[in-house]
């Protein structure tokens, strides 16, 4: 059976590129859920004028992007019922439950990869430098930003039955680090949901 690997972060942090690079070391397929399925659904919620803070709207949104899960989760189903290992890329802020109940995915394990940079001087000027029109919606609100950032899992059950690996993205991606990740992943004690 195959592994799913959710690797998240926030933004500009090198989610693609340890991604990408991990999926080819791991002979893995790569999926970039904020390049595909993110902006379909950004699409379709525009097409609709779906726009407010109303609950209607809150709801009719929740709905859609639960439409968006279900469309990915077929994509990363298919894949692993060939028997490939998935790396699945996603922001920070969507890598929750949706992606890792067992029961419905033909999965031998699933790992969490967090891709972090520590120092958020470092962050903030990667965000500028590679996203310069969505860092201006941060900007002036930076430090409240990143003050109320979320933990990756927020419901401590979760939590629990997730085990997390953080990779510190602050330095170049050297084949070293990417070998430890490799073996971090690999190894079995971070395995979940083992069947």
Do not use: C
Not at 34 to 50: G, Q, R, S, W, Y
Not at 62 to 77: D, F, K, P
Not at 162 to 186: H, M, R, Y
């Amino acid at each position: 059976m195959a592994r799913l690997i959710i690797v998240s972060g926030y933004n500009s942090v090198g989610k693609t590129t340890v991604g990408k690079a991990l999926a080819k070391e791991l002979g893995a397929v790569f999926i970039d859920s904020p390049k595909t399925t993110d902006i379909l659904m950004e699409e379709i919620i525009n097409a609709h004028e779906v726009s407010g803070t109303d609950f209607a709207t809150v709801m009719k949104v929740r709905q859609m992007t639960e439409l968006q899960v279900q469309v990915l989760r077929r994509l990363i189903q298919d894949q692993l019922e060939l028997g490939l290992d998935v790396v699945l890329e996603v922001s920070t802020y969507y890598s929750d439950a949706h992606f890792v109940e067992k029961d419905d995915l033909n999965v031998s394990s699933i790992h969490h990869v967090e891709i972090m940079i520590p120092e958020v001087e470092e962050e903030k000027r990667r965000f500028q430098l590679h996203q310069p029109e969505a860092f201006r919606t941060y900007e002036k609100e930076w430090d409240q930003y990143v003050a109320n950032r979320l933990p990756v899992y927020t419901d401590a059950d979760l939590f629990e039955q997730n085990v997390v690996i953080t990779f510190d993205n602050s330095k170049p991606l050297t084949e070293g680090a990417l070998a430890e990740l490799v073996k971090q992943v690999s190894q079995d004690n971070m395995k979940l949901f083992s069947k």
